[in-house]
């Protein structure tokens, strides 16, 4: 079985300031790891994601997220958050065993930037 | 990226109606979609999982005469939400993953209905 801990339902950063948004999962073999963004009243869309290679993951806008095993953690992470960046963030974890299965998603943190 | 369309984006309609959503991948096949249902500021929640050719299958809790799914191709899948009332109200999105890719999942657009 596999599952997801997002720490913080909300996180509130100020403009300019860096971003973490934390992730931990469970897995019973080696997982592969997403970060989806959703905007109001939109779907999700792909971020990062880990697949096994790299455990430092670069993704759009910014964004990186370092998988470490150690601490079965995936945070993402930005240097600078910019008001477009406000939205809520989901991380996701997937069997890369187990075929076409669904993704298992965290409850989600909303992330606010202040001006 | 491959894409993933559902239609349509928002949709009222009347209590005791019936309201169709569509999901197709446009650039991909797809044997396997996936349902789900989102609550205002909570994470989504699986429905179902449909299957290109055979039964979908449910997850606990959802009614399956509520949510027929239908997926006829390997590029469409639809979800129709029957006798549909005001606690059907919600946003639905539906996901695919691309087979022999990497197993990242792409999510169509979402659909907000409105049951009045």
């Known amino acids: 079985a596999q599952s997801v801990t997002q720490l913080g339902s909300h996180v509130s950063v100020s403009e300019g300031a860096l971003v973490l948004l934390r992730c931990n999962y469970s897995?019973?073999?080696?997982?592969?790891l997403f970060w989806y963004v959703q905007y109001p009243n939109q779907g999700l869309q792909l971020l990062l994601k880990?697949?096994?290679?790299?455990?430092l993951v670069k993704g759009i806008n910014g964004f990186e997220a370092e998988f470490k095993k150690s601490e079965t953690s995936f945070h993402l992470t930005k240097p600078s958050a910019h008001m477009s960046d406000a939205a809520e963030y989901f991380c996701a974890v997937a069997n890369p065993f187990s075929g076409n299965t669904p993704l298992v998603f965290g409850k989600g943190t909303r992330l606010s930037v202040i001006a | 990226g491959a894409v993933v369309s559902q239609h349509p984006s928002r949709v009222i309609c009347k209590s005791g109606t019936s309201v169709k959503i569509e999901c197709r991948s446009l650039?991909?096949?797809?044997?396997?979609m996936f349902w789900y249902r989102q609550f205002p500021k909570q994470s989504l929640m699986l429905m179902a999982t449909?299957?290109?050719?055979?039964?979908?299958?449910?997850e606990q809790g959802v009614e399956k005469d509520k949510f027929l799914i239908n997926h006829a191709s390997l590029t469409l899948s639809t979800l129709t939400v029957t006798s549909a009332h005001p606690e059907d109200s919600s946003f639905y999105i539906c996901s695919a993953r691309p087979l022999h890719r990497d197993t990242e999942a792409f999510f169509g657009q979402g659909t907000r209905l409105t049951v009045v």
């Open positions: 897995s019973s073999v080696p997982p592969y």
């Open positions: 650039d991909f096949q797809a044997t396997t």
């Open positions: 449909s299957n290109e050719g055979s039964k979908a299958t449910y």
């Open positions: 880990y697949t096994s290679a790299a455990t």
